[in-house]
């Protein structure tokens, strides 16, 4: 189990705040639950990101604060401010965003099992359109992952995009020196575990990953992780896929697997599996 860095009483002390509650962690930092900010003049509950002072980066800080501003839609965590906050003597910049009760989508999976097929696919719609909206912008998340989408009040119709610490604009100039592994490794597209660029295919990869997994409750291309490097497990994700239940509904199965093309340019787009999912959806 995952262990904040941070006291509570520290915490609790650095925002006046009555109680609060160790999120997890993420790249850059870790993340609180706070009852009774004052944001805009009213106490509210949120979510607070400590950005971790030893490894503060500047340019890697705006990146999150674009990521969580470029796109006002329910389907994006909402960024309230950034306040700059002593910690037990230590000044930390936080975070300061909406609280999104329901759990992560790992955490649902570890407590409710899997979701029903008619869940997968409304989930499936949701984070395409959320993906389709962050590409309109020409931005890429590069870490999408069952822990970095919230289930708006366990809701699988809701998701929600978090932890844009390692977004970027698909035409920025980067702060990675390729070649590189940037993201989290199993979700990671063909391209990303050569140390290639990510671009907006890589994240449609990682959405085929997520969907295999919510269908069958297994990774399609790793069956054991047991003694393994990265290096072992990154030649596994290769070829076709693992196959899919034969349940699985075929407009559902066809987007999947599509999105799971070893070659970038068949992935297609959000927009166009957005649309054969709303397609099976009918």
């Keep these: 189990m995952v262990k904040p860095s941070l006291a509570a009483d520290d915490v609790r002390t650095a925002f006046d705040a009555a109680e609060v509650k160790f999120l997890g962690k993420g790249t850059f930092g870790e993340t609180w639950r706070i009852d009774s900010v004052q944001v805009a003049g009213e106490a509210i509950v949120c979510a607070v990101k400590f950005l971790d002072p030893r490894t503060f980066n500047a340019g890697l800080v705006q990146r999150e604060i674009d990521g969580l501003t470029v796109v006002d839609s329910r389907r994006f965590a909402r960024l309230h401010e950034v306040r700059d906050v002593d910690v037990s003597g230590v000044v930390h910049t936080t975070l300061v965003c909406e609280y999104l009760p329901g759990g992560d989508v790992a955490w649902n999976l570890t407590e409710f099992g899997l979701p029903s097929q008619k869940d997968v696919l409304a989930f499936a719609v949701e984070l395409l359109h959320g993906v389709k909206q962050l590409h309109e912008v020409d931005r890429v998340h590069r870490d999408l992952k069952p822990a970095n989408i919230i289930l708006r009040d366990g809701r699988w119709d809701t998701p929600v995009l978090i932890d844009m610490g390692l977004s970027k604009g698909a035409s920025d100039l980067t702060m990675t020196v390729y070649p590189q592994r940037v993201g989290s490794l199993i979700y990671m597209a063909p391209e990303q575990l050569r140390g290639e660029r990510a671009r907006k295919s890589s994240d449609l990869w990682a959405c085929g990953i997520i969907l295999f997994t919510l269908l069958t409750g297994r990774h399609p291309y790793v069956t054991s992780f047991d003694g393994k490097t990265?290096?072992?497990?990154?030649?596994?994700?290769?070829?076709?896929?693992?196959?899919?239940?034969p349940h699985v509904d075929a407009g559902l199965r066809e987007v999947i697997l599509r999105l799971l093309s070893e070659d970038a340019f068949e992935r297609g787009s959000a927009k166009r599996a957005l649309k054969d999912l709303r397609k099976a959806m009918k």
């Design 230 to 245: 990265e290096d072992d497990v990154a030649e596994e994700i290769t070829g076709p896929p693992s196959p899919l239940p």
